[in-house]
């Protein structure tokens, strides 16, 4: 499947290239600069202009298949996080409905329908991602959300645990790798069972494979 990647140059995104392109897909990496194409061809992925703030039809053109793992970042303040992670993201959204890019995996966020559970000062970036979300559910697509806790760096253990509601969170208790997470897009896509499903996730001792054909 030719999958294209909002979010490609992020720390996940780069993930998640290299992963499709291991599961044979095809990944087409956004990009709002040419010159990083030097670091993401490598990795299997054809690169296309495409700006989040801007129309992305050149990106998704040909694509059956797109994962949204993008966002503002940790040092933006809340006006980029409504135009990236809530408006952007909705504008993705509605792009690759109408360009048949039919099976969508949001990266979304723990907690993004209770902002109460995490740290008041992620209020503002759950309250965004809860309406990109909501939009999401209600597009058409074959959709699957995905809602991780804190991401961390660490190497992957693929095994995770998963729920509806993982309860109040904390970076202690809450976190999962970014390797987990990005495996976890990435095989959602071949999951049937994962369309129309949205969970939180953290690292766990469930195996991958055995987490998603459970939900």
Known sequence: MKVVVAGANGLTGRIVLRMLAEAGHEPVAMIRDFSQREELEPLGAECRIG???????????????AIFAAGSGSKTGPEKTIDVDQNGAMAFIDTCARMNALRFVMLSSIAVDEPERGPEGLHHYFRAKAIADKHLQASGLNYTIVRPGFLTNEAG???IATGDDLGPIAKETHSVSRENVAR??????????????TFEMIDGETPIADALKAL
């Open 51 to 65: 700006d989040l703030e801007k129309p992305v039809g050149y990106a998704v053109r040909g694509c059956r298949g």
């Open 157 to 159: 253990t693929g095994a």
């Open 184 to 197: 976890v897009l990435v095989d959602c896509l071949a999951t049937d069972n994962t369309i129309a499903k």
